[in-house]
């Protein structure tokens, strides 16, 4: 008859189990589950001498759904964290490779003596392997002629919203003739 339910009313209530529904209730999760396991295996091996057991299965509840939660939060937290890291990163190199892009030309004009308007073969300018490309998953858009003054060699096209833009634009005027005379002012 030990393992037969109690006729009568259990004697003493499990601390245990209230505790775990207290704890449980203010989302004090660890405890919550742990005393409500505790709690739930006294009560069982009380035979009947300790109740209980709809309180602390109450806590173990409340315990575990704060622990989704929590669990839940993390990851979504992880997540939105992760994308915006990913973001920025292809921003910078994205503005990298630009800059590198833009220095290479740049030399290249200034060798070359080109001047605005002059056609400009970004295969015969750039050094291989340079990387021409947006690692957001686009070409770089490259000037086929030189630029004026303040115009930049090149653009990405995700330059609006994606803040791929740089404020890297040409500083050389290729058209400015003191490259051949020299200005005569003291
Ligand atoms: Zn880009």
Request: net charge negative; proline share 6%; charged share 15%.
């Amino acid at each position: 008859m030990q393992d037969a339910p109690p006729a009568t009313p259990a004697k003493t209530t499990s601390g245990l189990a209230i505790a775990s529904l207290v704890t449980g209730l203010t989302c004090v999760w660890p405890a919550a589950i742990i005393c409500g396991h505790i709690a739930l295996s006294k009560i069982k091996k009380s035979s009947g001498q300790i109740g209980g057991a709809g309180m602390a299965i109450a806590g173990l509840i409340l315990g575990y759904l704060s622990l989704a939660l929590i669990a839940l939060w993390v990851i979504t937290i992880v997540t939105v964290g992760a994308g915006a890291w990913k973001k920025g990163s292809e921003r910078a190199q994205c503005i990298m490779n630009q800059q590198v892009i833009s220095a290479q030309l740049e030399a290249y004009c200034l060798d070359k003596n080109l001047k605005p308007g002059d056609p400009l073969e970004a295969d015969e300018a750039l050094e291989s392997g340079t990387n021409t490309s947006c690692p957001s998953g686009a070409q770089l858009v490259i000037t086929p002629v030189v630029p004026e003054q303040g115009q930049p060699f090149v653009s990405c096209p995700f330059e609006d919203g994606s803040g791929h833009s740089h404020s890297l634009t040409t500083e050389y005027d290729f058209g400015d003739s003191s490259v051949d005379m020299p200005a005569t002012e003291e």
